[in-house]
């Protein structure tokens, strides 16, 4: 299989236009032309791309790329079909025919690459077609979702395994971008990568800066760094509805936002995306369903304004920042809240045992399947019909499908897990005189305030259904009919649930005894979840260590340089501000915004020379002096010299 140098810088130039591979990239290329297996760690951003497209280009054959997404899966094909290489995917969705017609293409060798989900490799079919297939190459992204132990662990890539017995001579290259030295380990057990060989880049990103502020202005301090960094920016938040919430907030300010998040329709996201990449819009407000696959290199700052769940979503996500390799900034703004948040988070995630067994049950008799049988069919599924016909709660119960698909037993299709959404167009005043003049009307909207309360007139809020009928002592039906009526004389808007959602059991429907979620697995992966949870905090909360040591030590590099421009190494750099100082800035303060409302905003546009360390040191003077004090929910304001209690 081996080749030479000229041959792969051919390729890189022809395909790529690049004049030379990046660090670690023809070292890889090379190792795997000699038909070995590796294991590539190279940081978001580092071309992990090219380590397995270039090679199998220089081979005969195809190369199967094993990925994760649907979303990233398409838009690899469609850069590689934009340079003129052969390439096509097979996902849910694909009609028999359409299949049909690409695994035949592919035992033609008429296309050079297959991209497939992890779950393909235990069906029938594909691995009927498989080994009439002339295959060079097997090339598994994000590795990282083999392993139990990683951030984002899909028993699905278990069975990946299972190709190497069908495939013994063809060589296995595992990419990701993140993961532990137990992951690494975990990885090249799993794959059965044998010698063992690892390719790691360093995870240092010198021009990437690290930042962790607090401040309970989330969305004053977005607006400072998009003013003050420029250029186009991503900022992650976990829940859909604070995407619009925080996008509306920014266009408001001046500044061009837009939303993403996967309840979306694919065509609005396809569109919002490439309005993004190509400049139309500087900054997207997105959940973590956006980034992964996106191919911008000018992005200028990452701003996360939840905890994430681990550090290594968050170094992924803050990777982003930065491809280019100019100055680049990842701000997690932080707030004690968010602890307390990400707490609740986790539980959410993993129900009690027994409930979510009792789901499984139901949701075998619901879909009228056997013991025993299921296995890969598609059924159509409503998740708020299913929890009215079988009286579970909404929320608790998606937790417990969602753990079960994360477990390997079924998967859920994106439409299937949305819930009816109302918003209230008409103001509060108009909504309490219609339910005067409208009786009938007002036990559903009375219920509706009381559950959901006034964020129904800011925002689109999911609402549980069932409960709702459960609680009007109505049927499900009359309850949305009754919706359906107000949202058509425009005193609400009524998006109800998706109809065409899927559900498919990945594996027969099995029996709920002792061997169906063991209790001490349940515990151990709840466990490992919350040691991340801990290590996430530890990092919003660290005072002392240079932040891009700390990511690197959790991710097993050991760097003892600090990097000299996070938050923490720009504080112990910065010179105190003596006391004479700070009352005279106090005093200048006070002399020009006697009567505002005080905030760190006000302190940037009145000392715009002054580092963000030193306005902290002002803002910590005034609040221990007790110049300031709190002003409701707007803010802080002068204290007057009789208020004070200081003495």
Not at 164 to 181: D, E, F, G, K, N
Request: hydrophobic share 40%; net charge positive; aromatic share 10%.
């Amino acid at each position: 299989m081996a080749t030479d140098n000229f041959h792969i810088h051919d390729i890189l130039r022809q395909y790529w236009g690049y004049a030379r591979f990046r660090a670690l990239q023809q070292d890889i290329i090379e190792y795997v032309l000699q038909g070995k297996d590796a294991l590539a760690l190279l940081p978001t951003g580092g071309g992990k791309s090219i380590c397995f497209q270039v090679p199998a280009l220089a081979m005969r054959g195809i190369c199967i790329v094993i990925s994760p997404l649907i979303a990233l899966m398409k838009d690899q094909v469609e850069n590689l079909k934009r340079r003129g290489i052969a390439a096509e995917a097979v996902y849910s969705g694909l009609s028999t025919h359409e299949t049909e017609l690409i695994f035949n293409a592919a035992i033609h060798n008429r296309i050079k690459f297959l991209y497939i989900s992890p779950e393909r490799c235990q069906n029938e079919t594909f691995l009927a077609h498989l080994q009439q297939m002339q295959v060079c190459l097997l090339a598994v992204d994000e590795a990282h979702c083999i392993s139990q132990w990683g951030y984002d662990f899909r028993p699905p890539y278990l069975q990946i395994a299972l190709l190497r017995s069908r495939l013994p001579r063809v060589p296995v290259l595992a990419l990701t971008a993140t993961a532990t030295p137990e992951v690494v380990e975990d990885i090249q057990d799993k794959l059965r990568i044998l010698p063992r060989k690892v390719f790691q880049k360093s995870f240092t990103r010198e021009n990437l800066t690290y930042y962790v502020v607090y401040d309970e202005d989330k969305l004053g301090r977005v607006e400072r760094i998009v003013n003050k960094v420029g250029g186009s920016g991503i900022v992650y938040v976990r829940k859909r509805r604070k995407t619009v919430q925080i996008a509306e907030a920014l266009q408001k300010r001046g500044i061009s936002a837009s939303f993403y998040h996967g309840g979306m329709d694919a065509a609005t996201r396809s569109r919002r995306q490439d309005a993004w990449i190509e400049g139309k819009i500087q900054v997207m407000v997105a959940t973590n369903a956006f980034g992964m696959g996106i191919d911008k290199p000018d992005v200028r700052y990452v701003v996360h304004l939840d905890l994430p769940d681990t550090i290594e979503a968050y170094f992924q996500e803050a990777g982003r920042a930065g491809r280019d390799e100019k100055r680049a900034f990842a701000v997690l703004v932080y707030h004690p809240s968010d602890r307390m948040e990400a707490e609740q988070n986790l539980n959410r995630a993993y129900p009690a045992l027994p409930f979510i067994k009792s789901v499984y049950e139901a949701l075998g008799n619901y879909l009228n399947i056997p013991a025993g049988s299921g296995e890969g069919v598609e059924n159509a599924f409503n998740l708020p019909q299913f929890c009215q016909t079988c009286r579970l709660p909404v929320a608790e119960t998606f937790s417990a499908l969602f753990f079960l698909e994360k477990d390997g037993y079924l998967r859920l299709s994106d439409s299937a897990r949305e819930t009816g959404k109302v918003h209230f167009k008409a103001d509060y005043d108009t909504v309490y005189r219609y339910q005067v003049a409208h009786p009938v009307f007002q036990n559903l909207l009375t219920t509706l305030l009381r559950t959901y309360g006034g964020k129904l007139f800011s925002d689109y809020v999911p609402i549980d259904e069932p409960e709702l009928a459960r609680r009007l002592k109505q049927s499900g039906n009359l309850v949305r009919e009754a919706l359906q009526k107000l949202s058509a004389v425009s005193l609400l808007d009524y998006i109800p649930p998706s109809e065409g959602g899927t559900i498919t059991l990945l594996m027969p429907r099995r029996k709920t005894g002792p061997s169906f979620l063991r209790p001490e697995n349940y515990a151990e992966r709840k466990e490992n979840a919350r040691r991340k949870a801990d290590a996430m905090a530890s990092y919003a909360t660290e005072k002392s260590l240079c932040r891009n040591r700390f990511l690197l030590q959790y991710l097993g590099e050991d760097n003892r340089q600090d990097c000299g421009h996070c938050d923490i190494c720009l504080a112990r750099k910065a010179l105190p501000i003596s006391e004479k100082q700070l009352r005279l800035m106090a005093d200048e303060l006070q002399s020009v915004s006697a009567q505002s409302t005080l905030n760190l905003q006000l302190l940037s546009d009145v000392f715009p020379q002054e580092s963000e360390i030193r306005l902290q040191q002002l803002w910590q003077y005034l609040l221990s002096e007790e110049r300031i004090a709190p002003d409701g929910a707007l803010g802080y304001k002068w204290h007057s010299p009789s208020q004070s209690t200081k003495i």
